[in-house]
Structure formats: C-alpha cells, structure tokens
C-alpha cells in the first residue's frame, strides 16, 4: 500500500515571523505508518508552502475565502480568471509530483487546527481528482477536540472523503490495516465512514492508552527545515512522558491517572536515531511538565550529557535547587518554559496548582542563575479574578520578573475537573466552549474583564521591558529556534534580545 500523509497546518502562512518546525505529530503518525507499510511518503505543507511563498511563488493571504467555498461545493479551479489561484494550484501539483513517489492508495490529512480545515479540503478534493481511487482520510487534534463539529458532517458534505479519525494515535495502525486489506471498517474505533452508502459511526472505543512512539523523520524533507533558518539548524520534536503526575483543577490531565515515563535507556536509543536521522543535536522536548521530582529527572540528564544535546522542555515552578538547576544545565538545558498561571495565591489555590508563589520565586531565580533561558505561561479571566486582584498580583511578579526572560499569556479555558464539577469550586459555568457564562459573568461581560486584563498585562509588561506573547491577540508567535543560537552581541540578554526584536 501506498501511503501519503499530509501535514495540512498552514500557521507559518498566515504571518511572518513563525517559522515551521518539524513537527512530533507527523512523526509520530508517520512512525505508526511505517510499522504498516513501507512505502509511506510525507508531504509537510506548512514548510513547503512557506518555502514556495518565500520565492514569490505562492501567496496564501490573497487568496479569497470564496474560492475556498465555491471550489469545494463543486466549482473548478480552471471556471475563475483569479491567476493566483492557478498559482497555488500550480504550486499544489508541483509539490504533489515532486514528493510523491507514485499515487497513493491511501492519503491521511492531518488537520490540528480549525483554521486548517478549508485548505485541507480543498487539497483533499484535489487528490481525489488526480487519483479517483485514492482513500482520503481526515483526523487530527482538530477532530480529538471538537466531536460535535466532526459528527459526520464532513463526511456528509464532501463525498471526496471516506473516513474522519477522532480516536487516539493508538486507533492509525487498525485502521490503516484494515484500508490496506480491505476489511471491514466495522471494526476500527472511533471512526466515521460510509457503510452502504450512509454515514456511521464505529462503535468500537478508542484504544485506552495511546503508546509512546519515536518519532520517524527519515523520510521527511529535512532540507526543507534546514534551509528556513540561516543557521541552518533545525529542532527535533520528542516527548518520553504521556500525562501528567500532577492535578492542576483546570487542565484535562488531572483527569486521566494515567502517568507513563520512557526508561532513561529507550530514551538514549531513541535520542541517538534521531540524531542520526536529522543530523541534528537541539532537541525541544514536548513533555507536560519535566521536573517530577529530583530522583526521576537526573538519570535522563546523565543521557542527555552523554549525547551532548542542547534541549528544552516545560517544568513546574517548584522544586529546582540551585545544584538540580546546574545539572539542568550541564545537560544541554537551553532553556524552560513554567506553567506558572497566575502570581495571585488565591488564583493558584483555585486551579490546585499545588506550589506557593515562593516557589515560583525561587524555582525561577535558580534556573535562571543557572545561565538557563527561562519562559513562563500566564493565564488571566481566571474566575474569580478580577482587574483589581491582577493588578496586585503585579506586586508579586515585580520580585520574580529579573529572573524570567519571555512571557506567554493565554485567556482562561476550563477544562478538567472544573468543568466536569465546576460548583465543587465555586464556579458557575454555562456552555463554557462558547464563554456562554462564567461565574456568572455573561459573554459581554467577560469579553470586557478579558480586554481589560489584557490591557492591564499588556502595559505592565512593556513598562519592565519584558517580551508577553498574547496568545489571543498576536498573529507572530515566537520560535524556539533562535534559543539554540548563539546570542546576538548587539544585546546583553536574552531577555533584552526578545524584548527590542519581538513584537510587544
Ligand atoms: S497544568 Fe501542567 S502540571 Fe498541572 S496537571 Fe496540567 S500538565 Fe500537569
């Protein structure tokens, strides 16, 4: 079976600082392929797209949402005079020929993000015209987060695709088995397909636990990544921990108990064949939080020293010693990214973050002693939290903020136990996807706290000259890549470098 798997995430289109990064996700599907077939090709469209835009080739932000629609309710590419739409096609096809050994029996479209969805149809549609046989399968964290949306409807709409995938890396191998022998897709969970002509949806659950892959970039364009930086460096995605020990009230993993860590030495076999497959020594690690405790972490550093890897990863704000923050950095450490949320105790008490704003304090000047590059996630419309209760926390952020470098702040989405038992603290909430109601607040009303606060941080931050990336607001986000490289003399800090460059 031949088999194509399409990255579809378009970000490094829409704006012009990020630059795409290899990503775990399609290698870890494409590993999943591999154990199936063979003759798996990858087409990652998010760097080949950026390269073709960057030669002037390709220019995605002129082409009209329209043409997306009336292309995909039956339109030809060839009935509009638009030439940028030839180009893109044209680019389309091109990438199509060069990457892909011969048509594929089978092409899996990962979408992770909404904004993804119409150019993923549209080259799904694409396909299907070159090759009328081909299966055409969607999934994705697209899918994983929005089952209301995927219930079919693409199916139902779009007669170029024949199966949306909403289960876990775990359900790709049945599925791929049972396209490439042409058994009954009765049997493969979480999946919606066609079964004599009418939508149905797998009645099979979804494989409990999803296993922990090495990632497989062999036969990725590696070039492609290598030659978007003018370094020439690239990143490795990896991650050898699924879950979370901790039960922070508001993050999806507090509820799975599910815990699982890769031995240090699957970790160094691991490590080692990505290395020899990209050529490449820097590592960001996609772990939910590294630090579990002292004893867990320092025999995956003594792997780490051994390889000589630089690396980052996410920590929790607690618990790093000066003498754990010089092994940290001993091992190729470049930098950590803090889920610290808020500076107000009351918030961290809400969400059971479990640590003391002490911690924070202290956990952070350490690390960044240490000469470690140090990153923090901040939340704000928290419940309960008012612009008043932000604007004392800055108090607290005031001691901490020598020692933090970057600043990523997001607006609060419930999740986990808050949303299963929101009255268990204190919270009401009312179809909180769509921010219906939150503690009583009503949609407008939260709106205006949410603007508010971001007004209040925003302004906070840039008067300590101190980079905040605002998630809900900013188009460029910054790229981990340019932690790996040496520091620009013009700048005396890392610090000074992301503030004077970055966009505030
Ligand atoms: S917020 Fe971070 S530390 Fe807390 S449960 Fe989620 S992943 Fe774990």
């Not at 399409?6 to 990020?18: I, M, T």
Request: charged share 20%.
């Amino acid at each position: 079976m031949d088999l194509l798997i399409v990255g579809a995430g378009f970000s490094s289109l829409r704006n012009n600082v990020e630059v795409p990064l290899l990503p775990l996700f399609l290698g870890e599907l494409n590993s999943v392929a591999k154990s199936i077939s063979p003759d798996v090709s990858v087409l990652d469209l998010n760097v080949e797209l950026y390269l073709a835009r960057k030669k002037g080739i390709f220019n995605y932000s002129a082409l009209k949402k329209s043409f997306f629609k009336d292309y995909l309710a039956g339109g030809s590419p060839n009935s509009t005079p638009e030439k940028l739409i030839f180009t893109y096609f044209d680019s389309i096809k091109v990438l199509f020929n060069s990457y892909i050994k011969q048509v594929p029996n089978v092409a899996l479209f990962s979408v992770p993000y909404s904004c993804d969805i119409n150019s993923s149809l549209l080259l799904a549609k694409l396909l299907k015209e070159l090759n009328p046989d081909v299966k055409i399968v969607f999934g994705g964290t697209f899918f994983n987060d929005n089952i209301k949306f995927s219930k079919g409807v693409l199916l139902e709409k779009y007669s170029f695709i024949d199966v949306v995938a909403t289960g876990s890396m775990g359900d790709v191998a049945p599925l791929l088995f049972a396209l490439s022998s042409g058994s009954n897709l009765t049997s493969v969970p979480s999946i919606y397909f066609r079964k004599n002509n009418v939508v149905t949806f797998s009645d099979i659950q979804s494989s409990k636990k999803t296993p922990l892959l090495c990632p497989d970039f062999s036969n990725f364009n590696i070039d492609s990544y290598r030659s978007i930086h003018p370094s020439g460096e690239i990143l490795i995605p990896y991650r050898f921990m699924d879950g979370c020990p901790h039960n922070c009230s508001f993050c999806r993993f507090c509820l799975s108990q599910d815990f699982f860590a890769k031995k240090p030495a699957d970790v160094k076999k691991d490590l080692d064949l990505l290395k020899s497959q990209t050529n490449s020594n820097n590592f960001y690690f996609l772990n939910n939080t590294v630090n579990v405790s002292e004893s867990f972490i320092v025999p995956y550093l003594d792997v780490f020293s051994e390889l000589k890897i630089r690396w980052s990863d996410s920590a929790r704000p607690e618990k790093i010693s000066p003498s754990l923050a010089e092994k940290l950095k001993l091992s190729g450490c470049v930098s950590l990214t803090f889920g610290v949320e808020s500076f107000s105790q009351k918030d961290l008490d809400l969400m059971d973050k479990g640590f003391k704003i002490s911690d924070i304090v202290s956990t952070l000047k350490n690390v960044h002693d240490a000469g470690i590059i140090t990153k923090i996630n901040l939340i704000y419309g928290i419940p309960f939290q008012s612009a008043k209760s932000l604007s004392d926390s800055f108090s607290n952020i005031d001691i901490a903020l020598p020692f933090i470098d970057l600043v990523y702040a997001f607006r609060f989405y419930i999740s986990g136990d808050m949303n299963k038992n929101p009255s268990k603290y204190g919270v009401k909430i009312k179809d909180i996807c769509y921010f219906e109601e939150v503690d009583g607040r009503l949609r407008d009303e939260l709106e205006a706290c949410f603007e508010e606060m971001y007004l209040l941080l925003k302004n906070y931050f840039i008067s300590r000259k101190t980079y905040c990336y605002f998630s809900y607001k900013d188009t460029s986000i910054f790229n981990d890549l340019d932690l790996f490289l040496p520091l620009n003399p013009k700048f005396a800090s890392f610090k000074e470098w992301a503030f004077l460059t970055l966009k505030s």
